[in-house]
């Protein structure tokens, strides 16, 4: 059974993590701040910790540098919800092995414990400018209840280039 260790002030989220990471299995010890994190692996060794990043006083990139320190094996998650590239650079330097930006659902933080890719859908992809242009035109179109003359002027644009764009775009049947 690993021994993970759960740092974060958020009483509510770590008591729930705790409970959910010991369904899958794991021992969680849990504790407030960095100080607290560090005070317990001097008589408690650990297999991995999951870290927040903003905490009073030892801040979590503090907490992750000392224990990578003291426990270079262990797998050191960092949580955040005020995620960055900057800050996640500094992170994995310093010896973090994961950086998740909250909220997240405990099977991945499962799967970071244990070294395994995250399994997330990807992104969807950004809507192209001409669906965003069609969609605009559409929506005003409606609002003005199909008046393209109307439409034309609140879009400022002429009357015979709204036209060209409804025929350009219209939708293929």
Known sequence: MKRILLVDDDLV?????????????????QVPDGATALQHLQTNP???A?????M???SGIETVQSIHQHLPTARLIVLTGYGSIPSALEAIRL???DY??????ADHIAAAIEGQPIDTPPPDSAPTLDKVEWEHIQRVLSDCHGNISQAAEVLGIHRRSLQRKLNRYAPIR
Do not use: M, T
């Open 95 to 97: 010896g973090a092995s």
């Open 46 to 48: 650990i297999d991995a």
């Open 100 to 105: 998740l930006a909250k909220p997240v659902n």
């Open 13 to 29: 989220f770590r008591e729930q993590l705790a409970l959910a990471l010991q369904r899958r299995g794991y021992h969680c010890h």
């Open 56 to 58: 009073p006083g030892i």
């Open 50 to 54: 999951v870290i927040d990043l903003r």
